[in-house]
């Protein structure tokens, strides 16, 4: 037994934590309360920096100012991550889609690596740079080929529906709540509906007929309009023939001569745009199923035969 105290570890029994180390053991016991220091320095530890390099579990100390400090990037990985990031957008923005889980290893963080990786082989900066971007686009386009198989997977289970038809079913639930109509009226409506898209006519006639009065030898001749307003409905072939036969019949000198005007467009429930539109899933584009396959005749143009190119002869002798 020596005399003197350790000359290294003489201090260790005055430090903060050794005073922090022993009161919590005593106050997990439960059968003490511990004085308001204890709680503040809970709160706030003291900071540790006078401890022997022997007795750290990190050798990496971040409390001693001679080594390398890991909790900043250097300025060259900022650089690289700045360039990649640049360079891709989607690398920029493929781990922090909705929230950013910042301790998640992101594509970023693996790029970097497989790069670092790439130049201790002694690959130069631009080939390591487009071999570890290229890398990148092939796992992501297997994860967007995964992701629309399974997006049309779920359209044709009928289990599912898109975010476009969710927020249409909202707004037509929001349009009806500020309507106030009633359950029944908004089946009524819908059977209405269905009924029109599925027998309705895909053509709609206009028959406009223009009365022309004759003129009348009367002092207040000038004052009287010398044509009558037009009346316009929209008619059926057994409609439009009875009001036809209707004025052939009337009397030639007493009726008034009408002229016709007819208009025919397309009916607005069921007509050839509004099924392409339905087909499209009101994207616009016909390759929604096709996952980008290219044809040599589109869909949405009308096919023309020529008669100058004879068709080729398919049948097998």
């Known amino acids: 037994l020596s005399v003197a105290p350790r000359y290294d570890t003489w201090n260790e029994k005055y430090e903060p934590w050794a005073h922090m180390k022993r009161m919590g053991k005593l106050v997990g016991t439960g059968f ?6 204890y709680s503040h320095f809970r709160m706030f530890p003291p900071i540790h920096h006078n ?13 001693e100012p ?19 990031a640049r360079k891709s957008r989607s690398v920029a923005s493929e781990g922090m889609r909705y929230y950013n889980l910042f301790w998640i290893q992101k594509p970023l963080d693996a790029m970097e690596r497989q ?10 900066h631009d080939v390591a740079v487009k071999k570890v971007l290229q890398e990148f686009y092939d796992t ?8 629309t198989i399974q997006s049309e997977e779920a359209k044709l289970s009928g289990g599912f529906i898109s975010m476009r038809e969710a927020m249409t079913v909202l707004n037509v639930l929001s349009q009806l709540q500020k309507e106030q109509v009633t359950p029944h009226q908004v089946a009524t409506l819908a059977t209405d509906k269905m009924e029109t898209s599925v027998s309705g006519s895909v053509m709609t006639g206009v028959v406009e007929r223009v009365k022309e009065r004759q003129q009348q030898k009367t002092p207040a001749a000038d004052a009287s309009p010398t044509t009558g307003g037009a009346s316009s409905s929209s008619v059926s072939a057994d409609s439009l023939n009875a009001v036809l036969q209707e004025d052939d019949t009337a009397q030639g000198a007493s009726a008034a001569s009408s002229s016709y005007q007819v208009k025919v467009s397309s009916a607005p429930d069921d007509n050839l745009p509004k099924l392409r539109e339905v087909a ?22 009308p096919t023309t035969s020529t008669p100058s190119s004879p068709a080729p002869n398919t049948s097998s002798s």
């Open 51 to 63: 401890f022997q390099q022997e007795q750290t579990l990190n050798p990496q100390n971040a409390s």
């Open 280 to 301: 499209a899933d009101n994207s616009g584009v016909l390759d929604w199923f096709d996952m980008g396959l290219e044809y040599d005749i589109s869909p949405l143009e």
């Open 32 to 37: 003490y309360i511990p004085p308001e220091w």
């Open 140 to 147: 992501l386009a297997v994860k967007k080929r995964v992701a």
């Open 115 to 124: 790069y670092y990786r790439l130049k201790k082989h002694g690959i130069p």
């Open 66 to 84: 001679t080594q390398g400090d890991s909790t900043s990037t250097s300025a060259e990985r900022l650089r690289l991550r700045d360039e990649l």
